[in-house]
């Protein structure tokens, strides 16, 4: 199987620029005035590799011209020429059900997920929920105990935020020493964004009434692994909402169908699905997946527990790993970046392995703790490269480097780690192969 099958996106040809910085970045405003002008000179030469082989080709009527397609369908899929496809990871994971599959990064644009191209982390699968039989009960430190079925939560005010939601274990292989082989989407593909809408957690438990020796809320799913997970009482009564819609239809059931807490900017552990407990505590409540799993484990042997925020974080989607340029001259960069400290103010991309570098415009960026778009044009002149994107968010915070990150992390050597957030890099070598290293 050839290793470099991908090609990358918005390939341009074109002529020279004033650079935005060293080994062929360019200022995104230069290629926009150059658009311009290319498009008044269209038919006679055109920057675009398009238009040069529409005007080559004979004007033939294709057959789907020449035929009715089929009518309307009841619920539409992709058309059968695409082929982004979520990657499965470990086909025989260690538990049944368990494992997770990655989102085609290299594939998509923008800053939506498409609902069917989500990741998944399943710890005992997808369970099957007939929302007639599923109920949600608050309990624990409340006046009011209480309990919903799915049709009683439909009739509550309902907010729609935009946000990303992202594995702890995203990205984690690259806390190894050597660095692996792979794609955005094998390495960094447990990260998505989509649209929420459900109904303020915070509402639920007013409505409870939260006594005022509460501090945390536990979280419990309906799954047979049954995912546990305790949260701020803060925090639970900030942003967190009750998700019951996902790009606007019902959740999918790989999502939490009927029913999700979903806890913006924090590890997506925490974003329990098929919720059916909320029980407020005093005291966090030690479940398995807050104590021998989703813990920090440092070079003294203590380990941090409750690492809760996604820190600044970006990468480059195109180029990126296992793809081959194909030819020399202008690309269109494009990647994302995401952070749940906020949104992303600025993302700096490099073409010379973080030595000098240019402003990428930030294109596209939905909301608070959202994945951002970005692009810049580069040009490519057949050396070698190494591409890199360094985001800074709303507080200020910029994406560290992998030594800086490994330094700080001071962790034992022992797997899985979480929550790497490093500038990640891709080698562009003579060829045009683009592959994961370290920088
Ligand atoms: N009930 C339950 N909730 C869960 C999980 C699970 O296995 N069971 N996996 C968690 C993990 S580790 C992550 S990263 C997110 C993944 O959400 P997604 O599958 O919708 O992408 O859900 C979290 N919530
Ligand atoms: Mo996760």
């Known amino acids: 199987m050839n290793k470099f099958p991908i090609q990358p996106q918005g390939a341009l040809l074109t002529e020279s620029f004033e650079p935005a910085a060293a080994n062929g970045l360019i200022n995104r405003r230069q290629l926009l005035s150059l658009g311009l002008k290319s498009a008044t000179i269209a038919g006679s030469a055109s920057m675009l590799s398009s238009t040069t082989s529409a005007q080559s080709a004979a004007l033939e009527i294709p057959a789907w011209s020449k035929t009715p397609g089929p009518g309307s369908s009841d619920y539409g899929s992709p058309s059968s020429f695409t082929n982004a496809k979520r990657m499965a990871g470990n086909p025989n994971p ?48 409340v006046n009011r105990p209480l309990s919903f079925d799915y049709e009683d939560l439909l009739q509550y005010p309902m907010i729609s935020r935009v946000h ?109 699905k098929w919720l059916t407990q909320l029980k407020v505590t005093n005291a966090p409540s030690q479940f398995r ?46 990647g994302i970046a995401w952070s749940g400290g906020g949104r992303i103010t600025q993302v700096e991309v490099s073409a010379d392995g973080g030595k000098t570098w ?29 591409l890199q994107s360094r985001a800074t968010d709303s507080s200020g915070i910029i994406q560290p480097t992998r030594d800086a990150l490994v330094a700080a992390k001071n962790q034992i050597n022992y797997r899985p780690f979480y929550h790497y957030n490093a500038i990640q890099s891709w080698a562009v070598n003579r060829n045009g192969e683009v592959s994961n290293v370290y920088a």
């Open 94 to 141: 260690l538990y049944p059900g368990g494992g997770a599959s990655r989102s085609p990064l290299h594939q998509l644009q923008g800053s939506i997920t498409p609902s069917g191209l989500h990741f998944e982390r399943h710890h005992a699968g997808t369970p099957a929920i007939n929302p007639a039989g599923h109920k949600l009960v608050i309990n624990g430190l």
């Open 164 to 272: 990303f939601l992202e594995c702890s274990g995203n990205s984690g292989a690259l806390f190894g020493d050597d660095a692996p082989d792979g794609s955005a989407q094998s390495i960094h593909g447990l990260v998505s964004c989509s649209e929420w809408t459900g109904i303020k957690l915070s509402s639920l438990l007013e409505e409870a009434g939260i006594s005022s020796s509460a501090t945390w809320v536990s979280a419990v799913g309906a799954d047979a692994a049954s995912m546990g997970r305790s949260l701020p009482i803060d925090k639970a009564l900030d942003d967190v909402m009750l998700a019951l819609f996902q790009n606007g239809e019902p959740l999918r059931p790989e999502q939490g169908y009927p029913m999700r807490l979903f806890v913006p900017g924090w590890e997506g552990n925490v974003s329990v």
């Open 289 to 334: 997946d807050e104590t021998s799993k989703y813990t920090d484990t440092l070079k003294n042997r203590k380990s941090r527990q409750f690492t809760f925020p996604m820190d600044v974080k970006s990468i480059i989607t195109s180029p990126s790993g296992q793809m081959k340029l194909s030819r020399q001259g202008l690309y269109e960069l494009t």
């Open 358 to 386: 240019a402003m990428a415009e930030i294109d596209s960026q939905l909301g608070e703790k959202a994945l951002a778009r970005f692009r810049i044009p580069w040009n490519w002149n057949g050396g070698e490269a190494v």
